[in-house]
Every structure is written in structure tokens, then in C-alpha cells.
């Protein structure tokens, strides 16, 4: 038979720098089986380090975009007709819990509260996931591990996590790389020269300090990996840096003018 979790494999290693002591602690919480949130802004790396660590730890990883439209159904599984009557589906998280994958949601919060409530069980010392529907209690893999991402200070206060999922948790900070540490990787993920790359680090820390002060979130690893990418296509660094960095963060004409300033600076 072949193996189901064989697509959900991580074939080659994907590159991630690491920041801290992240790798190490992510390792003895899944050798403990512990639920792992990762807090961070869009764009610091919490996707590239969670598919980092599948890869590093030889398991299939079950990823979920999270929704307000998403029911618990859509997690667990539902019976689908077909031509021979009903069958079951298992639903990712069932799925990643049956074969021992690592099931990442990502954007938690983003799930009504009585969809959140269904990772319970399975974040518990129970381990466990009741299909209701189906009369079945599961009983997670031994390697099944759960793992959520979470952008702390986006949603509004409705929306937040619950104690009660919260602390089911263990969590990880992540936030921009050190200078050198972002010159490094943006450097890496385009191929342009560090010393270009240094720049656009530059621009984002600048631009990082109107937080809260006109732009309601910094310019994220992500964006500068973008604007490396189209100066490696040959897009002239300032072009590059108003397409990725500048327009997608704000409308405001006032601070686009001043992101731009701060861009012509360096370019
Ligand atoms: N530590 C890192 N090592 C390697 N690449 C990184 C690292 N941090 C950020 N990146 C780069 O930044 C890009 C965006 O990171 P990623 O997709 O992991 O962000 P995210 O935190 O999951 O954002 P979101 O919350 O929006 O999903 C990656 O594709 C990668 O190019
Ligand atoms: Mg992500």
C-alpha cells in the first residue's frame, strides 16, 4: 500500500537561518509532544521554520490556512456521498493525527472559537480526538504533534486565543532577525550581492520605527526577499523598492512620500 502522509513529506531541505536557540527548543518540545505556537509579525519565518523542522525531524507536515468560514468539520472530517453510498474523509487534522504528522494552523485566530475548540483534546495529556459523527475516538499517533502561528496584536481582542487554547501551548517568539542575521538571509533566498542586501535591511529597520506611527506594521523579511528578487530579475533598486516595499504597506500619500525619501537615501 502506498503511503498516505507521502505527499505531505518535505523532499528537499528547506533553508532556514536560524535566529536563536529555536531549532533545539522546537526539537525537545516535539520529542515531548508538546503543542508549539509561534507568535510573530507576517513575513519573520514562522512557515519557512516550521516546514524547516518537518523536514529536520523526517515527518509529514499537514498544513491548514485557517478562516472565519472554517468549521470543525473542515478540520475533523465529514461523510461525502459517492457512488457506493457515504465514506468517510478524515479532515487534515485527523489526518495528521492518524499518521503522526505535524498539522500546522496557521492563523488560529482566524477560526471561530467552537473550531478552535476541537485541538482540546488532542493538546491535552488525552491525546485524543472524539469524531462525533463517525464514532470513532481517535487516539493520536505518537508523533503527531501540533503546531499554530498566531500574529499577535492583529486581531481584535474578540478574536484572541483563549486562555484555555493558549495554555495548552508552549510558545516562540519571532520577530525581525538581527541586522546581519536579515542581510544574510535575504542575501541567500535572491542571490543579490550582501552589500545591496545590507541595504534594503536598512530600509526596513527605518521603516520598522513608523510602527504605530502611521503604518500599522513594518516591512517584513518577506517584502525584502521580494525586492531582492526583482533586482535580481534587473528591476532598478528603486523600482524594486517602491513595488515590494513601499506601495503594498500603505496608501497613505504623505507616508509613501516619506518611505520613499528614506528608500532614495540608500539607492
Ligand atoms: N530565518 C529565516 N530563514 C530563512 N528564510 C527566512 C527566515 N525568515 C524569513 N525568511 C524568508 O522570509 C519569507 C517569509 O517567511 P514566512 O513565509 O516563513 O513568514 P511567516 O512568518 O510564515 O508569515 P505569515 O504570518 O504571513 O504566514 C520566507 O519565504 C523566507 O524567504
Ligand atoms: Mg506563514
Not at 517584513?220 to 506601495?247: E, F, K, N, Y
Amino acid at each position: 500500500m502506498t503511503d498516505p502522509t507521502q505527499p505531505f513529506r518535505i523532499p528537499a531541505e528547506p533553508w532556514y537561518r536560524p535566529v536563536a536557540d529555536e531549532i533545539a527548543l522546537f526539537e525537545a518540545a516535539h520529542a515531548a509532544r508538546m503543542p508549539v505556537m509561534l507568535k510573530g509579525p507576517t513575513g519573520c519565518g514562522k512557515t519557512r521554520f516550521v516546514e524547516h523542522m518537518a523536514w529536520r525531524l523526517g515527518k509529514p507536515l499537514v498544513t491548514v490556512a485557517c478562516n472565519e468560514d472554517m468549521t470543525a468539520s473542515d478540520l475533523v472530517g465529514r461523510f461525502l456521498l459517492d457512488a457506493t453510498g457515504t465514506r468517510w474523509q478524515d479532515g487534515p487534522l485527523t489526518f495528521a493525527a492518524r499518521h503522526g504528522a505535524i498539522c500546522y494552523l496557521d492563523e488560529v485566530v482566524e477560526a471561530r472559537q467552537d473550531t478552535t475548540i476541537a485541538i482540546h483534546p488532542l493538546t491535552d495529556n488525552r491525546r485524543v480526538l472524539p469524531l462525533e459523527k463517525k464514532g470513532e475516538l481517535l487516539r493520536a499517533h505518537p508523533d503527531f504533534q501540533l503546531v499554530i502561528s498566531y500574529n499577535p496584536g492583529y486581531q481584535a481582542l474578540m478574536k484572541d486565543l483563549k486562555q484555555s487554547t493558549k495554555q495548552r501551548f508552549g510558545a516562540l517568539d519571532f520577530t525581525w532577525p538581527e541586522h546581519g542575521v536579515e542581510v544574510e538571509i535575504v542575501a541567500h533566498e535572491t542571490g543579490i550581492d550582501p552589500a545591496l542586501a545590507q541595504k534594503l535591511v536598512a530600509i526596513a529597520e527605518r521603516a520598522r520605527n513608523l510602527k504605530g506611527h502611521g503604518l500599522d506594521e513594518g516591512i517584513s523579511t518577506r517584502m525584502l526577499v521580494h525586492a531582492g528578487g526583482l533586482i535580481a530579475q534587473g528591476v532598478a533598486p528603486l523600482a524594486a523598492c517602491r513595488m515590494a516595499l513601499v506601495r503594498p504597506i500603505t496608501d497613505d500619500p504623505d507616508m509613501r512620500d516619506a518611505l520613499d525619501a528614506a528608500v532614495t537615501t540608500y539607492f
